[in-house]
Every structure is written in C-alpha cells, then in structure tokens.
C-alpha cells in the first residue's frame, strides 16, 4: 500500500513561482508513471504533468497550458516526486494532486487519465491572484 503527501503549495501573485513537493511512503517503481492533476472548482480533474524512466529513458508529457513554466522531476532515491511551477498565473489557481500508478510503463507516454493512476495525495491548493 502506497500513501502521498503533498506539499508546497500557497498564494502567490502572477508571475511568481512555488515548487510542490509529493512524498511516497511505500514503494513505487521508476518505470511506474507519477504525475501531476489539478482541479478548479465546477472543473474536471485534468492533467498536468507525469513522469517516469524505463530503459534508462525518461519519458516528460505536459499539458499545453504549462509546457514552458512546469517543470516535473523526480527523487527516486527520496521516493519524491516535484513540479516546479514558474510564470504563475491566475488560471493556474487549482487543488493540486500527487498520482502514481501501481503498474510499471512499457513505454509512450503516460496516460492522462484519473483512471490509470491507483494512489492519489489528498491535494494542495495553489491560489494565484
């Protein structure tokens, strides 16, 4: 069984930057994906970021709304997993989820689906104004 935490997350005005941080406790293989969701009220859960490494690749998939401010890496000495976020703006205010998926990649990207991820953080709010 795998718990996520989150952390990082704040008020911060336009232009600004915060990092979130995603802390595993239990196991999550490198070739397992793990990623990044958001949700604003009366919106969908959608996709931001995931990543994870096979055959010494690794493979980045963003949303189009944060490819050249949202940077995701990952820890995978300190079970961690980050989205350093720069050039905030306000449509960037959203819960911010910690996912990881059980099962290993074999390749492509990672899917943006809630539905192929199995342990979920319980959210950081990140509030740009």
């Known amino acids: 069984h795998v718990q996520l935490v989150e952390s990082g997350g704040g008020s911060v005005q336009a232009g600004g930057s915060l990092r979130l941080s995603c802390q595993a406790f239990?196991?999550?293989?490198?070739?397992?994906?793990m990623g990044w969701f958001r949700q604003a009220p009366g919106k969908e859960r959608g996709a931001v970021a995931s990543?994870?490494?096979?055959?010494?690749?690794?493979?980045?998939d963003y949303a189009d709304s944060v490819k050249g401010r949202f940077t995701i890496s990952r820890d995978n000495a300190k079970n961690t997993l980050y989205l350093q976020m720069n050039s905030l703006k306000p449509e960037d205010t959203a819960m911010y989820y910690c996912?990881?998926?059980?099962?290993?990649?074999?390749?492509?990207?990672?899917?943006?689906?809630?539905?192929?991820?199995?342990?979920w953080g319980q959210g950081t709010q990140v509030t740009v104004s």
């Open positions: 996912a990881a998926a059980r099962m290993s990649r074999l390749g492509g990207s990672c899917s943006r689906s809630t539905s192929d991820y199995n342990y």
């Open positions: 239990g196991y999550i293989s490198s070739s397992a994906c």
């Open positions: 990543i994870y490494t096979v055959l010494g690749s690794t493979y980045l």
